[in-house]
């Protein structure tokens, strides 16, 4: 199976690497935009990592950073500001980018002319529908065999590069069996998801559908694509979500220098508007024809559940907690957004590992959660159903997949994860594999960059649980 990245943040800063060797090119666009977004990388992950999870931002820049940076890490000086909760950045003495915290929404990219951030006043939250899943403490494995599990999971190979694993959860039946975290985590601490994110807005699109406010067979329609004969406008919000849309914005996955030049790194980490940015992008391929694997794809579709849920921020927020972090009884979530107001659904959600656990649960439920359907009827198998084109990859509908007979469903399979799981899936290492025939959630998180992203060590762990449970 190809290398798969699935944001693709860790060589955003060798970028700067050419204009160090090469200044002719400082004058190159595309250059400038991959400069401008090693900066805008490093201070909106850094300002997350410190204000949002309460990580030391020496150690997260050492684990989740530095490693991105490699050869050229020299060229990249960031300024942490704790009063004004705010990260600076410039790469290759230039191109600085600010990140700023503001509660609710975590960090933002403050570019020139945005508006500013609003103000967040969520609701206290109604009873969770989901039952408590643990307790406070952390849960210890009686099992012995569970524990050599953990063990394994946590360890490092005598040569990098690390696994850096973070956090580990393994629920079954709805209560946790065994977890782990790392020095520095608990509980209660946020992590980043990356594109796991992804998965949240599969679940936000099918309260919608539930409710009856989108089908995913119409068109999205924007403003922008109704000319007469714009091609654009076949494109369905199920060929957004299945990563089959034929708009010509690059693609999110392969761990290349290329990366750092992609239009979709440049619309995560430099662009005010996501989606539009995105919108713009021409048609390549007739929708549903090809499978290529981008962000911009998911930003049209967060915009789409702002604009159902009220058109800002707020609203947003307030339909996302009431909706379903409220009622998983998720309380550790900070869902960010660009500066027009969308959910960066494509890749920026922090979570607890327990409340990543808990989301996978309402999975494993088939979408119903306290007698209550959260999602619709035949939601999880429309999302766990494999996407033509995507076999050598075995994606979904926002959703990685092991069913059908894909050449990277059968190597999973034969890796030791069940045939008929899926997972929310990020950058780094996150994981929340879902197992419905052992009725099991399993979460990995962590800060990995060997690889494929330590999914050999989540296959590990998964066949040793499972030799147990």
């Known amino acids: 199976m190809p290398p ?13 690497l050419l204009l160090a060797a090469a200044p002719s090119l400082a004058a190159c666009g595309s250059l400038n935009d991959a400069l401008g977004a090693s900066s ?30 490699g050869p050229v890490a020299p060229l990249i000086r960031h300024t942490l500001d704790r009063q004004a909760r705010s990260v600076t950045t410039t790469t290759a003495g230039g191109h600085a980018r600010t990140a700023v915290f503001h509660p609710g929404l975590g960090c933002r990219l403050d570019l020139p002319g945005d508006a500013p951030a609003p103000a967040v006043d969520l609701p206290a939250p109604a009873p969770a529908l989901l039952p408590p899943i643990a307790g406070p403490a952390v849960v210890e494995p009686a099992d012995p065999a569970l524990k050599a599990a953990l063990d394994h999971a946590f360890a490092e190979t005598a040569k990098g590069p690390r696994r850096a694993t973070k956090a580990v959860v393994v629920l079954q039946d709805g209560r946790v069996i065994a977890e782990r975290y790392a020095p520095g985590f608990g509980v209660d601490t946020p992590i980043h998801g990356w594109s796991m ?22 068109p999205l329609a924007p403003a922008a694509w109704s000319r007469p004969g714009d091609p654009r406008r076949a494109i369905t919000l199920d060929n957004l979500e299945r990563m089959a849309s034929g708009l010509d914005i690059g693609q999110s996955m392969t761990n290349t220098l290329a ?4 239009p979709t790194t440049h619309m995560v980490f430099d662009t005010a508007d996501m989606a539009g940015f995105a919108e713009k992008a021409p048609l390549k391929d007739p929708p549903g024809s090809k499978w290529i694997y981008t962000n911009g794809n998911i930003m049209l579709l967060s915009r789409l559940i702002r604009d159902e849920a009220g058109g800002d921020a707020p609203a947003t927020l307030r339909f996302a907690h009431r909706e379903l972090f409220d009622k998983l009884g998720m309380k550790h979530v ?5 500066a027009a107001g969308t959910p960066i659904g494509a890749s920026h959600m922090w979570a607890s590992a327990r409340d990543w656990a808990r989301f996978g649960q309402l999975y494993l439920q088939d979408g119903v959660v306290g007698g209550e359907h959260i999602l619709p009827a035949g939601w999880v198998d429309y999302s766990a159903r494999p996407t033509p084109g995507s076999e050598a990859f075995g994606y979904g509908a926002g959703f990685w997949t092991n069913r059908g007979d894909g050449q990277a469903a059968r190597m999973r399979v034969a890796a030791g994860l069940p045939a008929d799981s899926f997972m929310a899936r990020g950058s780094q290492g996150q994981y929340v594999l879902v197992i419905p025939s052992r009725r099991m959630v399993i979460v ?8 494929r992203d330590d999914i050999a060590g989540l296959e590990r762990l998964t066949r040793e649980v499972l030799a147990v449970r």
């Open 334 to 338: 900070t869902l960010e957004f660009d």
């Open 4 to 16: 798969a990245v699935f944001l693709a943040p860790r060589r955003l800063a060798a970028a700067a």
């Open 259 to 262: 990366v750092a030049f992609d």
């Open 444 to 451: 990995r998180m962590g800060m990995a960059f060997n690889d």
């Open 40 to 69: 805008g990388y490093v201070s909106h992950q850094l300002c997350s990592a410190v204000f949002v999870s309460g990580q030391d931002p020496d150690a997260y820049y050492r684990d989740a950073l530095k490693p991105s940076a």
């Open 197 to 218: 994110t992804k998965s949240v807005t599969n679940a936000l699109l099918g309260v919608l559908v539930r409710q009856g406010r989108i089908r995913m067979d119409q």
